[in-house]
């Protein structure tokens, strides 16, 4: 008499080894409670010294504490009932939280196959089999264990409900077994409910055809396949384990089974766990041997069976971790439910499901496992909130909640990498059904989840979803595509169909006709892109009225494209040499004001005119033209050579510089005396008409009036001069020119401008002012005092002598306002984000105002500062750092060209 098994605790790289003579049939109640239970429960056994084998294990367990596994078998509840061994497994998880849970399908063979024991050693079993002349199957309500389903030669399907094992009929081999059954005894379909009340623990698939057996049973009979396959060479034998639903894909639904309900086996576990204690068999034991002792018969006990030691967690406990692991079992089939009601769209399903949680059942997370749980069921519910439109719940109540959950949850059980992509997931997506979508937010939420590791696919997948989506929303059709192309895959119905309706708006913007064929309008696109080459765009610019774009590579290549099409017209590699001999790193481009001439600046002082109607080198100019080894110290300052047009074309300033030299600061070196020298050429002759050093300045700006009689320089924290180029004399100097104090500010900048009639200079001074200088007036002048700590990092004069300001301050909103010079009354135009203005364009005829700054230009109305459009690499893809593009704008075709990476990208104000 016995009930035998062998407990096994795995610690430390080495295991322990266990006997109980009476606890194979009840493991399932010893080990439910959870692993602190189990440890104790083991340890409470008798040590053994050797295994027992498969004839006399009728259970086992291994706690492999190091891995966190529960390898086991036993109980002779759950032994042979599938659905029943099913849903306790769903009921242990919550309480073996990280644990890895298995069945141990082979018995005390797969108990030594996890420790690499000799499997000879608990080998001992032998299978044969005599199969009777006709195998006849049992009639319903009949004992019923097998159901055998068998495609015959010509095609035909028969089931057959048998009693016995599967090893009975199957070791004989194909053609004694295949002999032994007549399809004529058989059914062409069979309701397992309608043949027997009791579920059946075993199974196989045969097709003759194909030569094919499929075998499923539920005790600890996975060894037995290793003979089987023997027995049927030639054959494909599949072990399935368990998962008997295989036999109706296998049968076309011809085998239909219908397993218990939910709440009977829960029912029928409860009864088990909390109420089915028997009293201890060593007791019965000794009643049976008294009673025979007394009637003088001889009587031999083993030792081992009067040794028993149950679990002992108290009814309390056990009634408490019952109620837990229900709860969270409730939970987890809630959140299968869910996934699979939001796998095909099916929302309003999903927020039934969870309507039903208050914030106490969200936040009653005991374990890690239940954290997560919790979390992902959360995420599936505001998930279908948002696709049924409760846009303003999810905002207002449930991602404070989310947020809620993240937080305490990480606290108590630590930072999870799912939990944190679960909750930047809603929070990026949640932007998306936002009347005015934040593409750039979306980007910098979802972005970074890229990079994390051990990303699940179907997180991947919406991620990507949702920054494509963000894209075409902002019209961005090229970036959508390319996120497209990166292999998403999916198999949910719901998002095969939002994904195909993507790549439907991809299509109609690639195939404008279509569109108008089937009568719909399609998206403006927010650019195109052309003139993408091998290596990064280093600047770019229009020609004025944007017919040409003109790009030069960082590797020096100079490349002309026609705008309308990209096509490549001309390429120049006269530079490529300063580059790849490190003389030359950054460089700025610019047309002459008819579009005839391109003025490429690069190093310290060389200048480079390109005629774009005959495609040749027109002149050069070396001003000064230093040698390298002058140069070497500053290389790393990004230094190159400013270039600007007055507005006929007559005259042409030259400004060698340096992107990153700031001139407030000290290293221990003066200031290089080309960083405050300017250069005036006539362009017609290529004369210098017009040159002048600062010592110990660096200048920040310089303009033309739009007479061409006079030219500003602004020199960043000192003096701010007006030279008459005619006569080569100053007539205005003043000491107060501003010093941004800006990472992006410390080249050249847009910080003076004259009026239209040439009779007024304005200019961003210190001390937080503006200040304008009328020349008419013997040098009359006034200010507009900013509030503290603002500065002027832009601005611009219209034709009405309306100034347009930018006034920044570190970590503070840019404010955009105009005034009317004598009027100091302010109008703020608008308030934006945190940013520095480069420059201003203004078309007043299409009441456009351009807006460019380090990675970033928009298209405002003028009138108002509303928001028109906005080209950000920001919105296009996810960057760790600060992206620099090169912007040039054309207000007079209502153009932009910006780059990114090796491309270049044209916006417009109109119609592409």
Known sequence: MGQRANLILVRNGSYELYYSHWCANTLPRDLFWGPEETLSFIEGQQPAEGWLDDRWAEGGVIMDMDHQVLLWYGGEDIMYDIPLRRQLFALMQPLWSGWELRWAKAGIVDMAMYLHYPLEHVRSLEYTTELTSLIEPEPKDGFIRIIASIVFPNGEVRIFPLSGTFDEYLLAGPSSFIQAISPASGQPELRVAEWSEDFPDQGFHLDTRCRSLDIWYAGDDSDIITHVKKCWPDWTVTDLADQYEVQSVLTGNAVIFSPQSQSKLISQLQEMLLYSASSSPVNSIKLFADYYEKAGREVEVNPLALIDHPQGVAFNTREDKFKFALSQAMLNQDCDEALNYNATGSFHDTVRIFAKYAEKDWLSSSSQQSWLMHMQ???????????????????????????KMHTEGTKRFGYINSSSVLLQLVEGSLLLFQPHCNTEQVMRTLGPLLEREQLKPEHKFKITYYMALANIQDGNFVDAKAKLAEGMETKEPFWIRKLQKLNDSIEEYENPQSVLLKGKKGKRPLFVELARGEQWVGATSLSPDGSLTAVMYMDGWLKLFRTADGDEIAAFSDSVSLFQEEKATNMSLVFSPDGHFLAVGLGVGIVKIYDVQKLTLHAEHLHPGLDWEQLERNAYYHEYTYVQFSITGKYMVIVPTAEDYDPQGDDGYPIPLYYGTFYVIDFSTGEVVLEHSYKERKIGAIMFSPDERLIAVGMFGKEVVVWDIQCQKTIVERDDFVWLGLADCI?????????VHSDKLVYASKNAKLTVVDFLGEGWSHSVAFEHNY??????????????AAKYAHYKPVIITRWKIGDPKEEVLFIGSPYVVKEFFVDEAHDELWISSTSTAELRKYSTGELVRKWTPYSWWYSYGVIYNSISVSSQAGMVAISYQEGIRIGRSRNF
């Open 791 to 804: 500065v002027t990092c832009a601005l611009y004069v219209d034709s009405k002598d309306y100034i347009i």
């Open 377 to 403: 069921a959360f995420f599936l519910y505001m998930e279908a909130l948002l696709y049924i439109g409760q846009v303003q719940d999810v905002e207002k109540t449930q991602l404070d909640l989310y947020k």
């Open 747 to 755: 080249g050249m900048t847009q910080t003076l401008a004259f009026t």
